[in-house]
């Protein structure tokens, strides 16, 4: 079964930077459409970013539209996520997360997750 | 933009009994061509990611339980829980995949024994 590790996480100032990567176990990793999914301590769950197996179809949630960018490598079973113009409300934990063929869109499978934290 | 709502924000269950959770999205998720509610249910336990219950508004994952259980259509949907356990204390989330955004939340829906 795939499986999924979130990495680059951190502490940055607001209007700062940083690029998230999920790296993904299996040999089946550019079929399925892939996610990234934040979540506020002690808030709900925001879905952030889509983008298709073959990186031609790609959506933004609109707090990030323009300031994020989701991008994928087949090859290296990888996703990203750079992150730009960073705010404090963009502090969470940030989950990759697996679109289910057989669920329509539903997200089957996810990572652990990894912390960004912005503030000054 | 379809805003998806859960009702109650928290509610205490005592075990063995049956917790329901209620979802009403702003617009209908049902598809007239695949006739398939575009709903699922997540549930997240501290320090962990989400994982998927149910999806089509009724269908269990592989390995969930049978006590947990979706059903409702169009825009109103319930997550319920059968005889509850102690390890099904958590958050739960609703989630629609059907429209404008493409995924929405629920806030969420916090289970306490």
């Known amino acids: 079964e795939m499986q999924l590790v979130e990495s680059g996480g951190g502490l940055v100032r607001p209007g700062g930077s940083l690029r998230l990567s999920c790296a993904a176990s299996g040999l089946t990793f550019s079929i399925y459409s892939m996610n990234w999914v934040r979540h506020v301590p002690g808030k709900g769950l925001e879905w952030v970013s889509y983008i298709s197996g073959g990186s031609s179809i790609i959506y933004y949630a609109d707090s990030v539209k323009g300031r994020f960018t989701i991008s994928r490598d087949n090859a290296r079973n990888s996703l990203s996520l750079q992150l730009n113009s960073l705010r404090d409300d963009d502090t969470a934990v940030y989950y990759c997360?697996?679109?289910?063929?057989?669920?329509?869109?539903?997200?089957?499978?996810w990572g652990q997750g990894t912390m960004v934290t912005v503030s000054s | 933009d379809i805003v998806m709502t859960q009702s109650p924000d928290s509610l205490a269950v005592s075990l063995g009994e049956r917790a329901t959770i209620n979802c009403k999205s702003s617009q209908s998720v049902l598809s007239s061509s695949t006739n398939k509610n575009y709903l699922a249910w997540y549930q997240q336990k501290p320090g962990q990611p989400p994982k998927l219950l149910i999806y089509?508004?009724?269908t269990r994952e592989s390995g969930v339980p049978d006590r947990f259980s979706g059903s409702g259509s169009g825009t109103d949907f319930t997550l319920t829980i059968s005889g509850l356990q102690a390890e099904d204390v958590a958050v739960y989330y609703c989630q629609q995949y059907y429209g404008s955004p493409l995924y929405a939340f629920g806030q969420g829906t916090k289970l306490e024994i």
């Open positions: 089509w508004a009724s």
């Open positions: 997360a697996r679109e289910s063929g057989p669920s329509g869109g539903a997200f089957d499978i």
